[in-house]
């Protein structure tokens, strides 16, 4: 890469320069810029305030105007909450072909927020979003969209946006053979941020965002697509600029239902939280599924077997048939009160309608409703073969008379979720009718409640038995659902944990995230296409990203010596990056070993953790404290402690600078896919891995021994 002074004239922007200026004068220039954009975003927050005080006396209409004053304050506050850093990270210069059409000749800054002066003037910054932006991250070589140069600008880690930050250009050449070295390495700027260290929660990646990453990024508002990211490829990096990019591109779509991002666990939330505030979206909804569905809290345990059988796809039917169970024919025919008359409906015509409605299956509380307003029609054409066609006074008197509604009580009752699922768990008579032909005697035993409840008011529920009321929930009533959802860790959930999603993505997309070797629950997805069908997308892409970007060429070579071993077909991944440190090494006391290695590792920059089986992370704590180190835990991460210490268990999705693993053949044995769980333990360092050992390491790693193992 070389460094330039290429400038075309923007509005507000540098002016053109002769080459013989040199870097410095470019570098100058530029910061300028920045100075003159902040001063214009600052600008914009003012206006906004203002326009907050006297838009909403805009319209005489006072509906009119308290949606205008709702849409201009969420503005103001969104510019004002603007996180602190770089308005901008490239540059974009297209050439004067006239091919390039609009963007002849012209020069863009590309940022994370659109920045103008003034709303009518032209920008100064354009969006990473926007449609010319897009030649930022696919013009190359062999295809320059029009672009003469590319630079990229090169900040302080952690600047909060002083133009004195701005430490460094580079320019690439596209319009014109590049003065580089053909067999140099790619940008040094894009590497440096990729590499640098992980301090703090995840950042994003939309100065670095590579083409496949951008095809991803870039997918339509209706296309529901599922990214196979091996570690470190930045498939939630994709996922979480997917969702960023379509709240720009289709807003008031996403507004009208929403825009749902769901996480693994709360500590994988907290760590993506700062990603879309950075990209300028607020108010999304960004929490776990047990969050989303939660109708209780959790306070109950489920055995190993009830779980499996709550999760599996077959306990679906049974409450389906439990609802509908409910459903009873008429027994006697319908008198009505109307004045000095009766109206009545004889036996065989309400018994045809109850059974006609519940053929045609729709959402419970939608057929009660059905049942109610057809019974209302018979009578309705009663009375007008009397008197003419009735009113709506009398519609309505009809549709709440009491005879009515015991009739509709008795033939199709209103119903708590509670009250289906409890008695299923309770009764073992209730049970076996639900789950005949279903479910064996030994599942539906396995199923049963211990110590039954007087009744679903005072039952405890697990976190499995949410799935259950959500699910009898969705057949009740469908929930509105969300204009599109990102799923993260997807290969984890259960065919009934995916089912709630689909209930919520019935008129959305979805973006699926997720890595089939990286499976760890009971019921993880072995393979794609059945997981996207209970997901209600069986038609959706699925895309493979398999170029590691964060995680070290060494430490992925390690991991994936153990794929042959998980039972899923996955593509190996490489890794750009040859730089970091493997330690393989046998030690004859591994939490004291692991104290050591985080001493060690607390001469370098970045984040630390330790990493071991649940039952050996209070030993390794203890050793860590008696060598006066200061930790915290999972859930107290991102402060002033550099070193977290967590069980094997909470690791997934999130990344450290160091880890230290202590005893892997304890984490592979700690559970049924304890082999998968090493495999995410291993991939979580992006700079340093130390493995410890005494026992022996599972026989996929096996050949690995001896301290230090060679990089690259």
């Not at 630079?151 to 596209?174: I, K, Q, V």
């Not at 498939?235 to 991002?261: F, M, N, Q, S, W």
């Not at 006074?393 to 005879?403: E, F, P, Q, S």
């Not at 990286?518 to 997308?537: N, S, V």
């Amino acid at each position: 890469m070389t460094t330039t002074d290429h400038h075309t004239t923007q509005a507000g922007g540098p002016e053109h320069r002769h080459p013989d200026d040199g870097p410095a004068r470019a570098l100058a220039e530029e910061r300028a810029y920045h100075d003159t954009c902040r001063a214009a975003l600052a600008g914009m927050v003012r206006g906004a305030r203002e326009r907050v005080v006297t838009g909403e006396d805009a319209f005489g209409d006072g509906a009119s105007a308290e949606v205008l004053g709702r849409e201009l304050r969420s503005h103001a506050k969104e510019l004002a909450e603007e996180p602190a850093g770089p308005l901008f990270f490239g540059r974009l210069d297209f050439d004067e072909a006239p091919a390039t059409g609009e963007h002849r000749g012209q020069s863009y800054h590309i940022g994370r927020r659109r920045i103008a002066p003034h709303p009518a003037a032209p920008p100064l910054v354009i969006d990473w979003r926007a449609p010319v932006s897009r030649a930022f991250y696919q013009a190359g070589p062999r295809d320059p969209h029009g672009v003469a140069v590319r630079r990229r600008f090169g900040w302080a880690p952690g600047s909060d946006g002083d133009s004195r930050d701005l430490t460094g250009l580079e320019d690439e050449h596209l319009g014109r053979p590049a003065p580089r070295a053909a067999d140099e390495g790619p940008s040094r700027i894009v590497a440096g941020e990729i590499e640098r260290p992980r301090v703090g929660p995840m950042r994003d990646i939309a100065a670095t965002i590579q083409p496949e990453q951008d095809d991803l990024v870039r997918g339509g508002l209706a296309e529901s697509i599922c990214v196979q990211g091996a570690p470190g490829t930045g498939k939630t990096a994709v996922g979480l600029h997917r969702a960023a990019y379509l709240l720009y591109t289709h807003p008031r779509r996403i507004e009208r239902g929403g825009l749902l991002v769901l996480g693994p666990n709360r500590a994988f939330l907290r760590y993506i939280a700062e990603v879309l505030p950075a990209l300028g979206e607020t108010g999304i909804r960004q929490c776990t599924l047990e969050d989303e569905i939660a109708r209780h809290p959790v306070r109950a345990t489920d055995t190993d077997a009830a779980a499996a059988i709550k999760h599996d796809p077959r306990i679906a039917a049974v409450l389906a048939r439990a609802l509908y169970g409910r459903v009873a024919l008429p027994t006697e025919p319908l008198a009505v009160p109307d004045g000095s008359y009766r109206r009545r409906v004889p036996l065989d015509e309400l018994t045809r309608l109850v059974a006609e409605v519940r053929e045609q299956r729709p959402p419970y509380a939608v057929g009660r409703e059905r049942v109610r307003s057809r019974a209302v029609a018979l009578l309705q054409r009663q009375a007008e073969r009397r008197a003419g066609p009735p009113d709506n006074a009398w519609l309505r008197r009809m549709g709440r008379a009491r005879a009515l509604t015991e009739f509709v009580n008795t033939v199709w009752p209103a119903v708590r979720p509670e009250e289906v699922v409890a008695p299923l768990l309770a009764d073992p008579q209730v049970l076996a009718a639900a789950a005949d032909g279903l479910l064996t005697a030994e599942e539906q035993s396995a199923l049963l409640w211990r110590k039954p409840p007087r009744s679903y008011k005072s039952a405890t529920w697990s976190a499995a038995d949410l799935v259950l009321l959500d699910e009898v929930a969705g057949l009740v009533e469908r929930p509105a659902g969300y204009g599109h959802i990102v799923v993260d860790e997807a290969q984890d959930l259960s065919p009934m944990q995916c089912r709630a999603i689909a209930r919520r993505a019935g008129f959305g997309s979805l973006t699926v995230l997720g890595d089939l070797a990286q499976g760890t629950t009971p019921w993880a997805a072995r393979d794609w296409p059945r997981q996207l069908a209970h997901l209600g997308k069986p038609q959706a892409q699925v895309v493979a990203l398999t170029t590691g970007f964060r995680v070290p060429a060494a430490v992925v070579t390690l991991a994936n010596r153990l794929l042959g071993a998980l039972d899923v077909d996955v593509p190996e991944t490489t890794s750009l990056r040859r730089d970091g440190r493997l330690r393989v090494r046998q030690v004859a006391r591994p939490a004291e070993a692991a104290a050591a290695a985080v001493r060690d590792a607390l001469a370098h920059e970045g984040s630390i953790a330790v990493v071991a089986a649940g039952p050996d992370v209070p030993g390794v704590s203890r050793a860590l404290d008696e060598a006066g180190i200061a930790t915290a835990a999972a859930d107290e991460a991102g402060g002033a402690v550099r070193v977290t210490v967590l069980p094997a268990t909470l690791a997934k999705g999130l990344e450290y600078d160091h880890v230290v693993v202590v005893e892997p053949a304890a984490i592979a044995e700690a559970e049924p896919r304890g082999l998968h769980r090493l495999y995410v333990v291993l991939t979580r360092a992006v700079s340093r891995l130390d493995v410890l050992h005494h026992r022996p390491l599972p026989e996929a790693l096996a050949g690995v021994r001896g301290a230090p193992v060679p990089i690259g």
